[in-house]
């Protein structure tokens, strides 16, 4: 059973940090996005100050977590491996859906698995979030990445690297046939 006491390791505070500098984020950065002290959030981050629930969520919205997160109990007592049957589908865009692969507790990597419908798309605009590095891959049919205004048609197995903060659209390229991706970012911007 993981340690929750003052320095520990495993503790909400620790989960905090780990977080906050995997996503190359200084405790002047969280607090002026909070509204919080430096000091509060280092008092936090050793455990030494208990936070609120509303605190906990305005952390959590700077650190792209959610309160949560910052209870799992990581993969200490829950099995490491994911089945895909028990996994959840999120719909975006149009006619899209993604699957977070990784666990809410991995602080400098994140995996998603991308379905697009014949014609789906991320959206009609390009978009951007975070400031991670992203690799998409291609499991299976074509689609359009547009990245930067540049488009690029990819097939099975083609991938493409950008940053996410890059402004970048992706679209089942045919209009007749599905498409599955597979995003990888580092640090986790969802």
Excluded at 151 to 162: G, K, M, T, V
Aim: aromatic share 6%; charged share 20%; proline share 5%.
């Amino acid at each position: 059973m993981p340690n929750d006491q003052p320095g520990s390791s495993t503790g909400i505070g620790a989960r905090l940090r780990r977080r906050r500098r995997a996503l190359h984020l200084t405790l002047k950065d969280v607090a002026e996005q909070t509204g919080l002290t430096e000091g509060y959030l280092s008092q936090v981050e050793r455990d030494q100050a208990n936070a609120s629930v509303h605190t906990l969520q305005r952390l959590c919205g700077v650190l792209k977590l959610t309160v949560g997160d910052l209870f799992e109990q990581g993969g200490s007592i829950s099995s490491p491996v994911l089945r895909f049957r028990d996994t959840h589908g999120m719909s975006f865009g149009e006619g899209a859906t993604k699957i977070k692969l990784t666990p809410g507790s991995f602080d400098h990597l994140e995996v998603l698995l991308g379905h697009f419908a014949p014609g789906g798309s991320t959206g009609v605009e390009p978009y951007t979030h975070g400031s991670s590095e992203e690799l998409l891959l291609v499991l299976s049919g074509e689609v359009e990445v547009e990245v930067r205004g540049q488009r690029h048609r990819l097939s099975a197995l083609d991938s493409i690297h950008y940053l996410s903060s890059d402004p970048h659209r992706v679209a089942e390229a045919g209009g007749t046939q599905e498409a599955r991706v597979l995003w990888a970012m580092a640090p986790p911007t969802y």
